[in-house]
């Protein structure tokens, strides 16, 4: 009774802590806050300048004494004290309209999978130390499966991919734990990185990650579609120093996503052939759900679904899903409470 009285006012929180973006759930409310992973911070001083939309804006156009950075790399605190006021700052926004005593709340956390004990401690000190009353921890796949409503407690085999900003996540699923498990750096970050190394070695072109990013979501795919696309994309030229434009193709795009996009269908096959067989005959039944910002390149689903002889679909809303299952699984702990990630720093 106290819990849900504290919960009612202090807006209990589902937070998916990710490399690119963080999504906030209130308990009740669903998702009211979703903002880049990103800090600005005064050198000089230390003082945080912006979070989020505002920062991301600043990125390749501060000052030297101005440091615009990802507090969060590969889905793990590289920046404790930062990860802290950002954790903070958003916890903040969301209790602003709130009673001048606001209760500490309590907060579930999405985690990729396959990461150490120290870097979950980080995680859950930089909450408490943000605001949490009690910070309870989530594998990523496993919150991702339930934001996209797939049954995992039943003794049947899932199968997801979540594909963020710094990291994919692997993971085939059965009774409510995680079977098999893979985790790799490539996702959405290292596809911008191998865009603009594309563009650097074949045109001679200096490209910023925002740039990449865009030709990327423009006209990026992972498998040839119908019809021919192209884009124009503006930087520095490495030979003269001036500015330059060129125009590219959604051809080589793909070719300059190509090993990445390889390394993590290979993945995916690896996780397969480690499978029980039982749980592979069902996996051919349900499919393999794509979630995650990565899961939306274009032919994506397709290629898996080709290497893999397994049909593929993307989750309803591939962006949200983990911030959504965090939420749920706040609003359901007692029933969730076998899922959480446990941790030897516990108290």
Known sequence: MIDRFFGYFSKDLGIDLGTAN???YVHGRGIVINEPSVVAVNQKTGQIL??????????????????VTRPLVNGV????EVTEQMLRFFINKVHKDGFTFVPR????????????????RAVEDAARNAGARDVYLVE???????????????????MVVDIGGGTTDIAVLSLGGVVVS?????????????????????????????????IKISIGSAHPQSGKMEDVLRGRDLLSGLPKEVTVTDEEIRDALSRSITTLVEAIKAAVEVTPPELVSDLIK??????????????LDALIEKETKIPVRI???????????????????????????KSQYEE
């Open 22 to 24: 963080t999504l906030v």
């Open 50 to 67: 912006h979070i989020g939309e505002e920062a991301k804006g600043m990125i390749g156009r501060t000052p030297t004494h101005i440091a």
């Open 77 to 80: 605190i590289s920046d404790f």
């Open 105 to 120: 709340p309590r907060v579930v956390i999405g985690i990729p999978s396959q990461i150490t004990e120290v870097e979950k």
């Open 140 to 158: 990523e796949p496993v919150a991702a499966a339930i934001g996209a409503r797939i049954p995992i407690g039943h003794a049947t085999g899932n």
């Open 182 to 214: 893979k985790n790799l750096k490539i996702a959405g970050d290292k596809l911008n990185q191998d865009i603009m190394r594309y563009v650097r070695d074949e045109y001679k072109l200096l490209i910023g990650e925002m740039a990449a990013e865009k």
């Open 286 to 299: 349900n499919g393999i759900v794509l979630t995650g910002g990565g899961s939306l390149l274009r032919g």
């Open 315 to 341: 989750a309803e809303d591939p962006l949200t899903s983990v911030a959504i299952g965090t939420g749920i699984i706040l609003e359901n702990l007692d029933r969730f409470s076998d899922i959480l990630v």
